[in-house]
């Protein structure tokens, strides 16, 4: 059970135990969400309307497959298309979306149609001819012509995750068919073939040969990564978290062997309702993500933290979204072979559509591109922050457990 603090504009504290996700035009009923009615819906409407009425869809697949989690071990996967033949890499490339409109995203998403089949997980060692198919499009690394065969029409049910970016119609999948060869990079190919190489490993390589990790996510979710008798179909959303865990783990253990930096320097950036602020203190590597999501007049804030000596655990809190803030930090650290201490506040604002952790990982990434400001104390840093933030201060500095323990630390090395 996890507890949230909730702010509201009396200044009253509620507690809330469920994370929820509001959108700003149907109050976070999507069951509710009227397709004819929803302002973010107008430049797909049409084409949602045609979709709902094939069987057979022809596009071009970014490329993209979606796992989905319900029902594990046994779920519904298969590949995401747009009905259309054109370079539609875009609809997959997460890094170049804070530079388009939000309206567009959720147009190129929506627009994808989900064919799904049910598979249980352990079939990636042992793939039958369809989802040998899907495997085959999750290789490619550029857009691939597919043929789609659907039981039935699609049914718009459209879907909002934190996790996750969203989907448009929905059809069980009868077949598929490829009209032209996915084009595979060599290190995927080696990577995929190698069944004595552990999915760590795997990730890793890929990685560091600049595989982008949407495209290693893909492949450890359709269990194409790992060794032989290992090998499993992962959730999609369960795949983005491992991907960012991994690889942050992985940096994190050569950057707490670094020197720490010697000044507080401060970062932010802010694209698509979202603003990252990034401290980074003198000091051993701990980490802290404040996320605050502002709905409505109130404030609903979540934590999560990690501090030297304490054993790893899940951010039942934050969630995802904590590993993909974390990666992108520790790859900057490690890069400049620094160590530090790091607060994360992450704010949310209204007009805010749900579409996934991917905008996390990426408005952090694009704030470390910017030089810092540069702070010689704590308390200048935290008075820069409280002009940088929407949200008071006050409201979530007593929840920080890095402050404290950054007070603590400084008040020793006074003593000393």
Known sequence: MRTILQYSRSGRVEIDFEKKVECPVCMGDFKDCKLERCPYLKDVR?????????????????PSVLVGSWGYPRVN???????????????????????????????????????????????????DRLLQTIQEIALSQQPVSIEMFLEKEPRINLSFS??????????????????????????????????????????VRLYLNGVPV???????????????????????????????????????RYVKTYDWITEYHLYCFEA????????????????????????????????????????????????????????????????????????????????????GVWRFREICRRALQYPPRKFNTLQEALDEIRKTTLTDLNYWRHLSRILEFHKFQESITEFM
């Open 162 to 203: 934190v996790r996750t970016s969203p989907t448009g119609p929905i059809a069980p999948l009868e077949k598929i068919q490829l009209t032209e060869n996915p084009k595979t990079l060599n290190v995927v190919e080696k990577v995929v073939s190698d069944v004595d190489l552990k999915a760590g490993e795997a990730i």
């Open 214 to 252: 949407y495209s290693i996510t893909r492949l450890l979710s359709l269990g194409m990564i790992g060794t032989k008798y290992r090998r499993k179909i992962v959730p999609t959303e369960w795949s983005i978290t491992a991907v960012d865990d991994f690889l942050g783990r992985k940096f994190r």
């Open 46 to 62: 049409d084409l949602l309307l045609k979709v709902s009425k094939m069987k057979i869809v022809h596009g071009s697949s970014p």
């Open 272 to 355: 698509h309702y979202n603003r990252v602020v990034i401290l980074m203190m003198p000091g051993p590597w701990s980490f802290e993500v404040i996320e605050i999501w502002r709905r409505f007049g109130s404030y609903k804030i979540y934590v999560d933290s990690e501090l030297p000596g304490e054993v790893d655990k899940y951010p039942e809190n934050v969630g995802g979204a904590y590993h993909a803030l974390r990666l992108p930090i520790l790859e900057k650290l490690y890069r400049e072979k620094k160590q530090a201490s790091i607060l994360v506040i992450a704010e949310v604002s209204e007009g805010w559509i749900p579409l």
């Open 77 to 127: 996967l298969g590949p995401l298309l747009p009905p259309v033949i054109d370079d539609t890499s875009l609809m997959e490339k997460h890094e170049l979306w804070l530079d388009i409109p939000l309206e567009r995203i959720l147009s190129m998403r929506l627009s994808l149609v989900y064919g799904r089949r049910p598979a249980k997980v352990n079939d990636a060692r042992n793939p």
